[in-house]
């Protein structure tokens, strides 16, 4: 790819929500969807969450494993606001079924509210589509890392994590055009030989995830010109029930991701299109 040169390093903000699009030289994209913690001030008196509540189906740390030389998009709104792995109707948690059974808001949120948020959904999903758009018009194919960790202690911070049905990353391929599977394969490959925490790599694909709303429309939409890869990391690197990171963890979770942007670099330079 030669040197990286940053082109866009800003903050947006929609009506509500706020989210960080870092551009350079890459035809890689690097997003974290779910890192963020913040909830807008004129919708936190709904909020009925406690902030350690929110963290535990919140994926911090995420945004600093995105941290890599590509192109980033990271979010810094709390998911209990507005859930952008989720199709436009799901994304706001109205009822408890939508949100592990939680009960997120005081009251009733305000329509005018669901409604401004229902619009950022949309304006956010334009722009990331304008993004792809334009990383394929430079290079002809995009690749995109969707960063996400999940809690594999449900019962309890003592409870032992089940292995066999909780892989130490989840990678989710379910919506990727089949062109792309020589890819995955290489990709995954790769990752299996590489060590994490010091140790050897339990990665599988589908088994606790397959993708979100992002994984979905990115896919189905620019299918022919790439794909979304949604990299789910079981939060090894963290104390799920408190939010302590493991910071030396955190930092083994992203350079393995480092590493293995050699295998896109190598599949695009040998690509035969």
């Not at 507005?82 to 109205?94: F, Q, W």
């Not at 990383?135 to 994590?161: C, L």
């Not at 993708?211 to 429309?217: D, E, F, T, V």
């Not at 493991?246 to 293995?260: A, E, H, T, Y």
Request: hydrophobic letters at 35%; proline letters at 5%; a negative charge.
């Amino acid at each position: 790819m030669g040197l990286l040169f940053i082109k866009v390093e800003k903050i947006f903000m929609a009506k509500f929500t706020k989210y960080f699009i870092k551009r350079i030289d890459s035809p890689f994209w690097a997003f974290a969807i779910h890192d963020g913690q913040q909830i807008d001030p004129f919708i936190d008196p709904y909020i009925n969450l406690k902030e350690d509540e929110r963290l535990r189906e919140e994926d911090p740390f995420t945004a600093v494993m995105a941290e890599l030389p590509m192109n980033q998009f990271i979010v810094g709104s709390s998911r209990f606001q507005l859930d952008l792995n989720r199709k436009l109707e799901d994304s706001v948690y109205l009822r408890p079924d939508q949100a592990w059974g939680l009960e997120v808001w005081k009251d009733s949120l305000p329509e005018n509210i669901v409604t401004e948020l229902y619009l950022d959904h949309k304006n956010i999903y334009q722009e990331i589509e304008e993004q792809i758009q334009e990383t394929i018009d430079q290079y002809g194919y995009f690749v995109v890392y969707d960063i996400h960790s999940y809690n594999a202690k449900r019962n309890g911070p003592q409870e032992e994590v089940d292995s066999e049905s909780n892989p130490q990353i989840n990678l989710g391929t379910a919506y990727i055009e089949p062109k792309w599977r020589p890819l995955i394969d290489q990709l995954t490959a790769f990752i299996s030989k590489e060590n994490l925490y010091e140790g050897p790599i339990d990665i599988r694909e589908n088994i606790k995830f397959k993708g979100g709303y992002l994984s979905q429309l990115i896919n189905k939409k620019f299918g022919e010109y790439g794909c979304v890869v949604s990299f789910e990391f079981r939060k090894d690197f963290m104390d799920e029930w408190t939010g302590a990171p493991d910071l030396p963890r955190v930092v083994s979770c992203k350079q393995l991701l480092m590493n293995s942007i050699q295998v896109l670099n190598q599949y695009f330079k040998n690509d035969s299109r």
